[in-house]
């Protein structure tokens, strides 16, 4: 079915990256606003500035994950603790949220300025399991993701959303644990064992793994295949049009 096994019945969507062109927005935004800090911290302790590798530690330690999460990995990754603060506490403030709100004060400049553009093959991937009236979800760590779907034109496609506000409400913990996922997968009325996983962060392919999914499509689009695969991608794509073959051809979206 579409480019997976038989046996799959429900589709279940990363966001940031899969269906949106927005991962390099969220790395450079988290580039901006780590660089920033550590430059400070450089200078307060004397030691040298070691800049963020938008690929190597956003892969590694924020990609996928909640923004809280990633701010606290990233952190530990150079030995650094803050105090975890509060959602009051002003951007800037030297606490997990006072970093963490600096990021999404620039990722959400950075969309409004650039505009958020859907992967073309996910959108047509989305029409023709529209067409079949099979199950869609999106399920994202991302507090933003409401706000994105819209702007990229793709809000009605879904049959449920699993998003960083709902994790926080329900107290799903985030990826790489399979909770939202799973929940996803639980609204759809679809045991995880039917349901496939698509995902471009090794968090993510981790969360599918975890959740005892039927298929989890790692989305390369960085040249990280090996990577996703040994985190639990099942079958490796660069992108959702690979997945479609001639013989699926539905006329809608493509
Ligand atoms: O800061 P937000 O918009 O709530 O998003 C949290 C995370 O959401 C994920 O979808 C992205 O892969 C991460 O890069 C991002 O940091």
New binding site residues.
């Given amino acids: 079915m579409l480019g997976l096994p038989d046996h799959i019945r429900a589709f279940l969507f990363?966001?940031?990256?899969v269906l949106t062109q927005t991962?390099k927005v969220?790395?450079a935004a988290?580039k901006d606003m780590f660089d920033s800090f550590l430059r400070a911290e450089a200078e307060r302790t004397g030691e040298e500035f070691v800049p963020f590798d938008p690929v190597e530690d956003y892969d590694a330690y924020?990609?996928?994950?909640?923004?809280l999460d990633?701010t606290r990995e990233f952190l530990a990754s150079r030995g650094i603790r803050l105090p975890e603060g509060t959602p009051a506490d002003p951007p800037g403030t030297r606490t997990v949220q006072g970093l963490s709100a600096v990021?999404?004060l620039t990722?959400l400049r950075m969309i409004q300025e650039q505009g958020v553009q859907p992967y073309p093959g996910s959108v047509d991937y989305l029409h023709r399991l529209r067409v079949l009236g099979l199950p869609r979800a999106v399920v994202?760590?991302?507090?933003?993701c409401r706000d994105v779907l819209r702007a990229a034109g793709i809000d009605g496609l879904f049959d449920v959303v699993i998003d960083?506000v709902v994790a926080k409400r329900e107290n799903l913990p985030g990826k790489p644990a399979p909770d939202t996922y799973l929940a996803a997968a639980r609204a759809l009325r679809v045991p995880p064992e039917h349901a496939a996983v698509f995902e471009d962060?090794l968090a993510g392919v981790a969360s599918g793994r975890a959740g005892g999914f039927g298929a989890v499509v790692g989305v390369d689009r960085v040249g990280q295949a090996d990577a996703l695969r040994e985190h639990g991608a099942t079958i490796v794509v660069k992108d959702l049009a690979e997945l479609i073959g001639p013989d699926t051809g539905t006329d809608e979206g493509s």
């Fill in positions: 990363d966001l940031d990256g991962a969220h790395a988290w924020v990609d996928g994950r909640p923004r990633g990021k999404n990722v994202s760590s991302s507090a933003n960083g962060a």
